[in-house]
């Protein structure tokens, strides 16, 4: 049981009531291109979560079944209790792991990429970071925590942290102590000095009060971070920071250097290349110039990107082999489009004809041929792309009004 796959309609509830508080106060932090960016990287995490996750589930079932020490009774309320605090004691230490190396922080960058924050960015995660987080969480598997209670604690923890990424709930008094709340949070993901590495807390923020990475929140918080992705692509986006880091892996002339590079502390970078530019923050936030009627278009489109993901969920929960693999490119080609769209890169729009078609006929032969028994489905959806295919006809023969997002 995924816990956090559970809780996706109350994000989708919770996002909304947001939004309608931001329409009734006045005080926007949402823009169209940066959150559809962020959810859509949920989505790249979604699909890579399965084969990852075995990273972390085959040798935590291993060490449980041959080398625990203790035998822990599941059904205890203390075995739950510190178990979840367990679990947030490693997700600390992960956490911290991941902003403290070159090469982690490039699985964790995308989570901090955004220069909003409200909560969509929470879903705005790391595609590959299970990657690298797996090993933090064995301890828990030699102190007798088993696998499913231990899964559905991690999922648990996970889901706590989507409330913490908003601007609107102000300080919490005397829980600002002990829990990570927005406040804490808030700093955690700020590029001012004072906030770097700090507050890497999930649940408690004592572990950060104990060991020496508390931070409380006081200037204004400018969000992002300092090397800037510049780009609502969640593909690309997610290689952004291993980008600079091979870049200046192949510049620089020290094979110890070109090793060493990926394991030193987050921005280091060999002597000879350190006057070689990197991206750097500006004063205005990461924004593009693109078509004002694309605006509904682009909804239309990640309401479908998201159905299809939705799909290939149910499909590969239910009848399982490779036929819901096809889904996979269909998806990715989507969220690559759109956000490329959003970047007002007009002459992709014939990129996301050729995808429209490729979708037609992929749905065409699902629903005839591969599933018939969702042949309503596939026959919808291919009607869907022809809609969308003469409506980005339309867009792209109209004068074009631009706007920022």
């Known amino acids: 049981m995924n816990v956090a796959v559970l809780a996706v309609p109350l994000y989708i509830l919770l996002i909304l009531l947001e939004l309608a508080y931001e329409r009734w106060s006045g005080r926007h932090t949402y823009r169209l291109a940066d959150a559809t960016t962020s959810i859509n990287t949920a989505v790249l995490r979604v699909l890579l979560e399965g084969p990852l996750r075995l990273l972390l589930i085959i040798p935590y079932a291993w060490l449980y079944e041959h080398a625990r020490l203790l035998e822990l009774d599941a059904q205890s309320p203390w075995v739950w209790l510190l178990g979840f605090i367990g679990v947030d004691f490693c997700f600390y230490w992960a956490h911290r792991s991941l902003h403290h190396f070159n090469l982690l922080w490039g699985a964790h960058q995308p989570h901090h990429s955004s220069e909003d924050f409200n909560l969509s960015t929470a879903l705005r995660k790391g595609a590959f970071q299970t990657a690298f987080d797996w090993p933090f969480y064995l301890p828990l598997a030699l102190l007798g925590v088993p696998l499913p209670l231990f899964l559905i604690l991690l999922g648990a923890q996970l889901v706590y942290q989507f409330w913490i990424h908003s601007q609107h709930v102000g300080r919490l008094g005397v829980l600002e102590w002990f829990m990570v709340t927005p406040s804490n949070h808030r700093v955690h993901h700020g590029q001012n000095d004072y906030c770097i590495d700090r507050n890497h807390g999930g649940v408690f923020i004592v572990w950060d009060r104990l060991f020496g ?32 880091l091979w870049a ?6 020290s094979w110890w250097d070109k090793l060493r590079l990926w394991w030193m502390p987050t921005g280091w970078r060999p002597a000879d290349v350190r006057q070689r530019p990197w991206p750097k923050m500006g004063t205005d936030k990461f924004d593009c110039v693109y078509p004002t009627g694309l605006r509904g278009y682009a909804l239309l489109q990640f309401v479908a990107i998201n159905g299809l ?10 009848a399982g082999g490779w036929p819901p693999l096809l889904l996979v490119p269909l998806i990715l080609f989507g969220c690559i489009s759109l956000g490329r769209l959003f970047e007002g890169r007009i ?17 065409l032969l699902w629903g005839l041929w591969l599933a018939p028994a969702q042949w ?14 003469l409506w980005l006809t339309w867009l792209a023969a109209r004068p074009q009004v631009a706007r920022a997002s």
């Open 309 to 318: 993901t939705l799909c290939f969920l149910v499909a590969i929960k239910g």
């Open 347 to 363: 002459g992709l729009w014939r990129l996301e004809a050729l995808r429209l078609l490729v979708m037609a006929s992929t749905a």
């Open 376 to 389: 309503a489905l596939g026959l919808g959806l291919a009607g869907l792309c022809a809609a969308s295919l």
């Open 248 to 253: 200046d892996a192949v510049a620089t002339r």
């Open 213 to 244: 990475t508390f931070a409380d929140e006081g200037e204004p918080v400018r969000y992002g971070v300092t090397t800037p992705v510049r780009t609502f692509d969640p593909l690309r986006l997610q290689f952004s920071w291993w980008r600079l």
